[in-house]
Nanobody, 120 residues
Framework: QVQLVESGGGSVQVGGSLRLSCAAS????????MAWYRQHPENGRELVAE???????DYLDSVKGRFTISRDNVKNTVYLQMNDLKPEDTAVYYC??????????????WGQGTQVTVSS
């Protein structure tokens, strides 16, 4: 079994910064893509940023230049550095990882979600 545990959410004012972390544990052989999604109360879940096993990154247009995704393959952890936060960034943020487990099968796993609230 694989577990993803997120941390780092909270409340900040407009223009502030937060750093989210998501650590995977369990029967892990390899992790390919790591990603962050977010969900606003009235909308579906959207992809915010992702990073491939080789380090290639991609971002939602509205966060380009403000958010940075990174990974630590030794710690099986993905990070999301969020700068210059805006009220529209308020959402529950979820991490997702594509994991090769000890049974040599690949599955997507989700974190539990962490709330980010940006106030003006």
């Amino acid at each position: 079994q694989v577990q993803l545990v997120e941390s780092g959410g909270g409340s900040v004012q407009v223009g502030g910064s937060l750093r989210l972390s998501c650590a995977a544990s369990g029967s892990i052989l390899n992790i390919n893509t790591m990603a962050w999604y977010r969900q606003h109360p009235e909308n579906g879940r959207e992809l915010v940023a992702e990073i491939s096993g080789g380090g290639t990154t991609d971002y939602l247009d509205s966060v380009k230049g403000r958010f940075t995704i990174s990974r630590d393959n030794v710690k099986n952890t993905v990070y999301l550095q969020m700068n210059d936060l805006k009220p529209e960034d308020t959402a529950v943020y979820y991490c997702r990882m594509y994991v090769l487990n000890r049974y040599y099968t690949r599955n997507h796993y989700w974190g539990q979600g962490t709330q980010v609230t940006v106030s003006s």
